[in-house]
């Protein structure tokens, strides 16, 4: 999908995401994902919040936000491909900026994991399976 602008509050909690608009009136799915995106032929793990929204309160409705690992730059109106390959859990919202910091490092912490054991389980089955998901 192409990458439009958010809100600014995955920066200003420290973790800036890539935001994509899903073209349905409701989306098939909510809650909080492990990811591979690609972008310009590279690919690039992370974390990406579906039709979620941590903070105050807010109801995102009809977009992803996906935090990336290791990727710095600007994708405005650029287009990637995002691949959801383990759901973390629902959606549901913290009321604070401490709070929403703590599940995001808890939500990251948890991919990087399910990465790591993805990783071993393909090596050695050379099998595996992932939801990609055209908005």
């Known amino acids: 999908g192409k990458v439009i602008k958010g809100t600014g ?3 200003s909690l420290g973790f800036p995401t890539i935001n994509v608009a899903l073209n349905r009136v409701k989306p098939a799915i909510s ?3 492990a990811t591979n995106t690609l972008i310009n032929g590279s690919l690039y793990f992370g974390v ?3 039709n979620s929204c941590y903070f105050k309160g807010i109801k995102a409705e009809n977009h992803i936000s996906v935090y990336l690992f290791d990727f ?3 994708l405005f109106g650029s287009y990637i ?7 973390l859990r629902d959606e549901y919202n913290v009321t604070t900026p401490d709070q929403a910091k703590k ?13 790591s054991l993805s990783n071993i389980i393909t090596a050695s089955s050379n099998k595996g399976s992932a939801l990609s998901v055209t908005p």
């Open 103 to 115: 599940e995001m490092h808890k939500d990251c912490r948890v991919v990087k994991q399910h990465i």
């Open 81 to 87: 491909t995002i691949d959801l390959i383990h759901k």
């Open 31 to 33: 809650g909080v994902y």
């Open 72 to 74: 710095q730059g600007e």
């Open 48 to 50: 990406a919040y579906v």
């Open 9 to 11: 509050t995955g920066s």
